[in-house]
């Protein structure tokens, strides 16, 4: 029995092949040469990936697994669960980035060879990656000490590694203690033989002899820099510590992932490392979709657009990595991250490193109890953080210097990190957080809102639409603070508020139109220090105005009111364009509907017209080079224009062609969209899947029209706790001549136009309805 290979349930055995669960429960039964299970239970097995891999291709059912495919199900079936796998692999990834010739000399021959090198080169690729060569402060973009280096035989390493190297006395240059959580001594700042760092990770940093690449700052130590500097002095067991974001995989748990590895390395020469690591990462994302809270790449580059230009940017709470990323890229530039999450902060560690050439310090740990940047003065901080959290340290922190502004209630953990952000940053820098709306007016965090807004440290408030950003069922603010270096004489603070560019349904905002609104408010305000009114949309409010009882930050409730855009006038144009498109939609309304008896045709995959050249699947990608509109699983779903951005990368983007078919893979609807002139030459995003028939074999609309079948879509969907996956492949269509399939098509075309003409027209009547109500309440229109 196989412990250690890579293992693969029925249903990934069905995604390999394009078939349903049903087709691989009868092949159990009647091959006796079926592969024997491996793992799992009675009930759901799992079995050896490489021996399904053999008995399909030798039964004729896959000619070969997509790479893409087998590497993905090589990351799921881990023995030590796909976290693990996606570190070793983003590590081989990176080493195959940074010295490509050196992971071609490491693979060569046996996976005993390549474990036992594989160490030592991830070592020597990842710790300049990681900030492991020099042990110097970083204040504001300057060098503002140094720190002693400790055992000088392979760059900056700590003491006290877990017994494996002697005490040694720090220079008095290097203050701080607490060099991990088990690991008492002196911390020498950089890449230090510490406590696990993904300790809830099986399978990662449990070696004893793999060095850390990633001490997670240039700083001394974790303590608070009001720690008297010592040597040798263990923490307090009960004092959280942060840890390295990531160590040097051991041999033993690389030899585990060596058929991943040389995977991966495959899946790097057809995408490049970069784009390679963000499928497996997206991939793995997208099939967790409640385990993370994700922030949008349109809201991170806002974000960090609001921040402005910046050498030393720090995230706290930085998650999947999405808003570091969006960091404009500088010389010598150094990005800071933290999570509490240890899977969290390696993979963000791994994601940075290969996005960019900056330093990347990483670490793993509660940021608001175990700060691992004490000391850091960063030009710029940008933060998701947490929201509602009680238990963020309210009894443990009552004396915590970083509350300059007044010491937060136990139900205000975002002025926590708020205050926490401030702390870490250079005199003139700012920072940008994704808050909460109550954050803005709750009553319990008045006094600190009040001396941010006195001491000039809050500077800007804006008001995001709904669905900018989970929960997408409120609008978020996003604050915009600056650390003061003097009090302005009389401050003002600006509110924006973009909420009028919300989208349809799920098609989130107008972010085009919101990042026009709020930067251009922003950097008005910033060369002049006051805005003019932009009513229902910006204004600048003196702080004296706002220190009231409430001091309430809301910008709805400070913005004059907008001009009246749906005057008698303009209702009068939406009536009749409204009618008009009745009119249309009438028309269209098809015919009663004929009987018929049951129709029993043969039936095909999709799986099995890709495999037979009557179709071609492409998946939608992470970025590309060209800056062209993108096609969303939402713009697909409502029926609207493409809508999203992707980021810029080397990898190459899927761009549709009239005639392809469209279908968004998860959320579980049965929706099919056929590409016409219009949205020709977009790209392709993420959670769709393109087919390209072959025109003189497949109808286009014949095949959107019965990929939209409910029954269909129900046979080839897969059901999470919380979510729904269509697998295309497994997708029904019947054996019909093209002629009779053109038939088809001409009706499922004339039903998509009745659908598209029923939309616009709720989307009139919806307007017509909000502008006749805000007329009639705002006196702009008469009753009669």
């Known amino acids: 029995m196989q412990h250690s290979a890579t293992e693969v349930t029925a249903a990934g055995i069905a995604r390999l092949a394009g078939v349903g669960r049903a087709a691989v429960s009868n092949w159990r039964r009647r091959h006796a040469d079926f592969p024997k299970p491996v793992g799992g239970t009675e009930t759901s097995p799992s079995f050896a990936l490489a021996e399904v891999e053999a008995w399909l291709r030798k039964q004729g059912k896959i000619a070969e697994v997509p790479l893409r495919e087998r590497v993905w199900q090589q990351l799921v079936g881990h023995p030590e669960g796909p976290l693990a796998a996606l570190v070793h692999a983003g590590c081989v990834l990176l080493l195959i980035h940074e010295r490509p010739t050196v992971w071609l000399d490491v693979s060569a021959g046996s996976d005993a060879r390549l474990a036992a090198m594989l160490p030592g080169a991830l070592e020597q690729a990842l710790t300049p990656r990681f900030g492991g060569a020099a042990g110097q402060v970083v204040r504001g973009g300057r060098t503002a000490g140094h720190v002693a280096a400790v055992n000088t035989s392979g760059g900056a390493q700590g003491v006290n590694g877990r017994g494996e190297a ?21 911390n020498s700042g950089h890449a230090a033989l510490a406590a696990d760092a993904l300790r809830s990770t099986p399978g990662v940093n449990s070696g004893h002899a793999a060095p850390a690449v990633n001490a997670g700052s240039s700083t001394p130590g974790v303590n608070p820099p009001s720690a008297a500097p010592a040597a040798n002095t263990s923490p307090t067991p009960a004092t959280p510590t942060a840890t390295p974001a990531l160590r040097t995989p051991s041999g033993p748990q690389l030899l585990l992932s060596a058929p991943l590895l040389r995977g991966a390395a495959e899946l790097a020469a057809e995408l490049g490392a970069r784009q390679a690591f963000e499928f497996l990462l997206g991939r793995h994302l997208d099939a967790n979709p409640r385990q993370y809270t994700l922030t949008p790449a349109e809201l991170a580059g806002l974000m960090a657009d609001l921040a402005g230009p910046a050498r030393t940017v720090l995230d706290p709470a930085c998650g999947t990595g999405a808003l570091l990323r969006a960091v404009g890229t500088r010389p010598d530039q150094e990005l800071y991250a933290q999570d509490s999450a240890p899977d969290l902060a390696a993979l963000t560690a791994l994601r940075l490193a290969l996005h960019s050439r900056a330093t990347v310090r990483g670490a793993a740990g509660d940021t608001l109890r175990a700060d691992a940047h004490p ?54 820098g700012f920072a940008v957080l994704l808050m909460p709306p109550a954050a803005a007016s709750r009553r319990s965090g008045r006094r600190i809102r009040a001396d941010l807004l006195r001491r ?29 270096d003097r009090t302005p004489a009389a401050p003002e603070v ?44 910006a204004r600048s409010v003196p702080v004296i105005e706002l ?24 209702l009068t144009a939406v009536r009749e364009r409204l009618g008009a498109t009745l009119r249309l939609t009438a028309e269209l309304t098809p015919p009663p509907a004929a009987p018929a008896p049951g129709a029993r045709w043969p039936l095909t995959t999709v799986g099995e017209l890709a495999r037979g050249g009557a179709l071609m699947m492409r998946t939608g990608g992470n970025g590309g080079h060209a800056r062209v509109p993108v096609l969303t699983d939402h713009d697909v779903l409502a029926g609207s224009a493409p809508s999203g951005t ?15 078919v469209v279908v968004p893979v998860l959320g579980g609807g049965s929706v099919a969209r056929v590409i016409d002139e219009a949205t020709g030459g977009a790209a392709l995003g993420r959670n769709l899947v393109l087919l390209r028939p072959d025109r003189t074999a497949l109808d286009p609309w014949f095949l959107a029209g019965f990929l939209r079948g409910t029954a269909n879509n129900r046979q080839a969907s897969s059901y999470a706790s919380t979510a729904t996956r269509l697998d295309v492949r497994r997708l029904q269509l019947p054996r019909l001549p093209l002629d009779e399939q053109r038939r088809y098509g001409a009706r499922f075309r004339a039903l998509d136009e009745f659908e598209r003409s029923l939309r616009h027209a709720s989307r009139l009547g919806d307007q017509l309805v909000r502008g006749m109500y805000d007329g009639l309440t705002d006196g702009t229109v008469a009753p009669d």
């Open 166 to 186: 002697d005490a040694v006395n720090a220079a008095p240059a290097a203050p701080g203690v607490n060099g991990g959580a088990t690991a008492p001594g002196v």
């Open 375 to 428: 000391v850091l003065r960063a030009d710029a901080v940008l933060c998701h953080p947490p929201f509602n959290e009680r238990n963020w340290g309210h009894d443990e922190l009552a004396y915590d210097p970083r509350w300059e502004y007044g010491f937060p209630a136990r139900t205000e953990s975002e002025l926590a990190w708020v205050q926490h952000a401030l702390a870490r940053l250079a005199d003139g």
């Open 456 to 484: 000039g440290a809050l500077r800007a408030v804006i008001a995001l639409p709904v669905g900018a950003a989970p929960p997408y069922n409120i609008p978020l603010h996003v604050w915009v603070l600056r650390r003061p």
């Open 494 to 537: 600006l509110l924006v508020d973009t909420g009028r560019f919300a989208g349809e349904g799920r098609g989130g905002p107008d972010w085009a139109a919101v990042r026009e609104a709020a930067l251009d408010a922003w950097r008005a305000f910033e060369r002049a220090g006051r805005l003019e009114d932009r009513p229902g949309l």
């Open 547 to 570: 220190l009231d009882d409430d001091v309430d930050l809301a910008p709805a409730r400070h913005l004059p009111p907008a001009a009246v855009a749906d005057g008698a006038e303009q």
């Open 646 to 660: 992707l980021p810029e990368s080397e990898e190459e983007a899927v761009l549709t062609e009239p005639g392809d």
